[in-house]
C-alpha cells in the first residue's frame, strides 16, 4: 500500500509530513523553506507559478499573484462585503454566487481550482521525495469550517488527484503531532495563522483524542495585522509626505511585504525599522519610506483585534466544562502565536504557560500524517474521535432552526427528528438545511434545500416525516427525509450549492490529470527560468561594477556566458538551461570572489549583495585567481 501523507493546506503556508519509522517526518518542498507558500501566480507570459516563485514576484505581479484562498474556500460572495482582505487581485462572484478568482485576462477561478494547484504541486514533492506515486492523504481544516468549506477542501484534493482518507480538525492534528499527549487528560489548542484562529479543547484517553469543545474565527489572522500595520504605514506616510500610496499599482504590495516582515521582526525586537527607498515620487525627485516602528506601537494598533481571542478562549472552557486548572498543556500552533501580546492573553486565559516545544508551522502536517498512520492501519495503538463543530438543523415553521445534531457530537453519527405539515392537505415539505447556533433561521448558514414530495392529503399535523442527519467520519452530511405513512424518501448528500458539482469536480480532475505531466515538465521550466533570472540579474549588477582592478577578459567571458544564458533560458531544453546556469555561475563566482579580495585590500567596505557565494578563505580566493 503507498503511504498516506499528512497536508497541512495553510492560508499563508502549506506544510506536508509522512510517518517514517515511527517518527512524523516532514517533506521538504525542494524550495528550501519546509513549508510552502500558499501562493499561486499567472504571469503575463502565461506561465502558471506556485510556492516560492509566485510569492517571491508578487510584487511586480499582484493582480494576478493569488494569496490566501483559504479565505474564500467554500463561501459566498455576499458574505465576504464586511471583510477586510488583505490582497490586490479581484474577487467576483460568479452566476451560483459563490465568491471566485477574476484574473486579468478575464479567467475566473474557483478557490478550489487554485487550492487544489497547490495541492498538485505538494503532491508532486511527495512523489519526488517517496520515489511512489502519492495518493491518499489525511488533509487538514479549521475546527470551525463549515460543511462548505470542508467539502470544497475534499474537491480540492480531488480535483489535484489525491484520495482524501480524512479530513482532520487541525487542532486534533496538533495534540496528535504533540508528543506527550498520550500521557495528558486534557490539552488547549490555540491556532492563531495568517487566516484563521481555533481555540480547542482535546481530551485525551488512552490513545483515543476527542475535541471537548471548539471555537474561533474564521476570519481573523496574521494577514489583519498586516493590513492594520499597512493601513497605519500608508497615512503616516500620507501625513509626512502627503503622498497617497493607495493608488499606486505597485507601491502597496510592497508596503505590504515590509509590513509583514517588521511585525514577525517585533515578535522578537522591541523596536524595528522600514526602509523603502523610491517608494514614490514627487517634483524634487524620488522620495523614500522611512520609518521606526516600535513593538508598543505595533500592540496599539492590532490591541482590539488580538483582545477578541479573550472572550473565545473563556467560552470553550465553558463550552468544554472546565477551568483552566483543569488543563494538563496549552499548545500553541501557527505563526502569529509568535506575537508576544498572543502570548500574554494566552497566558492570561488558561493561566499558564503554554508549551514552546513544538514547531507551530509544522506541528498540523506532523499530525496529520500521525492520523494518516492510523487510517492506513499503520498504526493501531490510536482511534480518533472527532466532533461536530457546529450545530445542525433544520427550519421550521416561523422561521426557527431545530436542532438535530447538537455542535460537539463525536463523529460518526446519525440523528432523526419527526416533523409534520403546517397546513392542511400539504403534500410537499421543504426541508432547509441549516448550520449554526443561533434561534432563527436566517442567522444560521443555510446549507441546502431539497422538497419531499407525495406526502398523502391529511389535515395539518397528521402527517409524519422523519428527518435523519448523518455525518460521516469526514465531517460530510447526509440528510434523509422520509414520509413515515407512504414511506416515500428523499434522500441528499449535502452537497453544498456554495461548492462545485460532481461533474464539475470530475472535469477540472480530467483536465488537471491530463495536464499533468506537461505541467511537471512546465513547472521545472518555470522554476530553472527563475533560477535563470536571479542569475541573469546578478550577472548584469557584476557588468555594471566592472572594475580597472580585474582581468578585463573576465567580464568578456561573463558577457558571453551571459548571452548563452540569456538565450537558453528562453528556450525549452532543461539539459540546456542548466549546463548555461553552471557556466554563468561559475564564471560569475570567480569575478565575485576576486572583487571581494580587491575590496578587502582596499580595505573597503563591500556591499551586502557581494558577498562570496561560497564562503571560502583567503588563500583558496589566491589559489582560485592563480588558475
Ligand atoms: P500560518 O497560517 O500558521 O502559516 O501563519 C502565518 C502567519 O503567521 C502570517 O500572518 C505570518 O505573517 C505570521 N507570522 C509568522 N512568523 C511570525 C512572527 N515571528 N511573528 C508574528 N507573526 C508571524
Known sequence: MGSTIGIDLGTTNSCMAIYEAGNAVVIQTGEGPRVMPS???????????VGIVAKRQAITNPKDTITSV??????KYDELSSETFNVSYDIVPNEKGDAVIKVSDGKLYTPQEISSMILQKMK??????????????????????????????????????LNVKRVLNEPTAAALAFTDAVERKKIAVFDFGGGTFDISILQVVNGIFEVKATTGNTQLGGDDFDARLVEWIMSEFKR??????????????????????????????????????FIASSESGPVHLEMSITRGLFEGIIKDLVETTRPLCKQVLKDAGISPDDLEVVVLVGGST??????????????????????????????????????????????????????????????????????????????????????????????????????????????????????????RGVPRIEVSFSIDANGILFVNAKDAVTGKHQEIKVNPSGG????????????????????????????????????IYESNRILRTRVDTIDESLFEELEV???????????????????????????????????????????????DDFVSLDNKSEDELTDTQDQ
Open 500 to 535: 462545485l458539482s460532481d461533474e464539475d469536480i470530475r472535469k477540472l480532475m480530467r483536465e488537471a490529470k491530463h495536464n499533468q505531466e506537461a505541467d511537471r515538465d512546465r513547472m521545472k521550466l518555470i522554476e530553472e527560468r527563475n533560477f535563470a533570472d536571479q542569475l
Open 240 to 277: 509626512e509626505k502627503g503622498i497617497d500610496l493607495r493608488s499606486d499599482p505597485v507601491a502597496p504590495q510592497r508596503v505590504r511585504e515590509a509590513a509583514e516582515r517588521a511585525k514577525c521582526e517585533l515578535s522578537a525586537a522591541l523596536e524595528t525599522s522600514l526602509n523603502l527607498p
Open 70 to 75: 483559504k479565505r474564500l474556500i467554500g463561501r
Open 561 to 607: 556566458s551571459l548571452e548563452k544564458m540569456r538565450t537558453e533560458r528562453d528556450g525549452t531544453n532543461i539539459a540546456e538551461i542548466e549546463q548555461a546556469m553552471r557556466n554563468l555561475n561559475s564564471t560569475l563566482n570567480i569575478i565575485k570572489n576576486m572583487l571581494k579580495m580587491v575590496e578587502s585590500l582596499e580595505d573597503k567596505d563591500a556591499p
Open 39 to 49: 501562493v499561486v501566480a499567472f504571469t503575463p507570459a502565461g506561465d502558471r507559478l
Open 338 to 459: 509568535r506575537i508576544p501580546l498572543v502570548r500574554q492573553i494566552v497566558r492570561e486565559s488558561f493561566e499558564q504557560e503554554p508549551v514552546h516545544s513544538v514547531n507551530p508551522d509544522e506541528v498540523v502536517a506532523m499530525g496529520a500524517a500521525i492520523a494518516g498512520s492510523v487510517v492506513s492501519g499503520q498504526r493501531k495503538d490510536l482511534v480518533l474521535l472527532d466532533v461536530t463543530s457546529l450545530t445542525l438543523g433544520v427550519e421550521t415553521l416561523g422561521g426557527v432552526m431545530a436542532p438535530i445534531i447538537t455542535k460537539n457530537s463525536p463523529l460518526p453519527i446519525k440523528r432523526s427528528k419527526m416533523f409534520t405539515t403546517a397546513v392542511d392537505n400539504q403534500q410537499i415539505v421543504g426541508i432547509h438545511v441549516l448550520q449554526g447556533e443561533r434561534d432563527l433561521a436566517e442567522d444560521n448558514r443555510s446549507l441546502s434545500r431539497f422538497e419531499l414530495v407525495g406526502i398523502n392529503p391529511a389535515p
Open 124 to 161: 508532486y514533492r511527495a512523489e519526488e521525495y517517496l520515489g511512489e506515486e502519492v495518493t491518499d492523504v489525511v488533509v487538514t481544516v479549521p475546527a470551525h469550517f463549515n460543511e462548505i468549506q470542508r467539502k470544497a477542501t475534499k474537491a480540492a484534493c480531488t480535483i489535484a488527484g
